[in-house]
């Protein structure tokens, strides 16, 4: 089969053609949200549909583990759980920036609203614009 000059360069155009969404966490710009819990402070970084980036910090004066798997994605309706990489110890005033894979694809579409839990408790509310 042979394509035409004006179609290959069409077939160009659909595959490199990209969407910029703007994602709010909690009402806030991705960029400025951190997200608080007892033991640690997180931010994300990346959240495209292979996985999420994130950059988690010891706030409580104590060591704790971080367990990515313990992360899931709620759709209203139905909820995607991480993959289990492993657990992470954070000592005191540590930091770390975490790839978090999840079971399934994320699904991220204009106007769409997911929550984010910890271990069953919301993180957060993102919306998608």
Sequence with gaps: MRFS????????ILC????EMAL???G??????????DQFEMRILELV??????FVKESSGHA?????????????EKSIAAKDTGIVSLGVGRSIEQVIEFQE??????FLMMDLRYARKKLATIVVE
């Design 5 to 12: 000059s004006d179609t290959v360069l069409g077939l160009a």
């Design 16 to 19: 490199r053609w990209e969407v």
């Design 24 to 26: 709010r966490i909690n």
């Design 28 to 37: 806030k710009d991705m960029k400025d949200a951190v997200l608080k819990t």
């Design 49 to 54: 549909p292979d996985h999420m980036k994130v």
């Design 64 to 76: 704790f583990n971080f367990v990515p798997r313990f992360l899931e994605i709620v759709y209203p």
């Design 105 to 110: 694809r994320i699904r991220i579409e204009t």
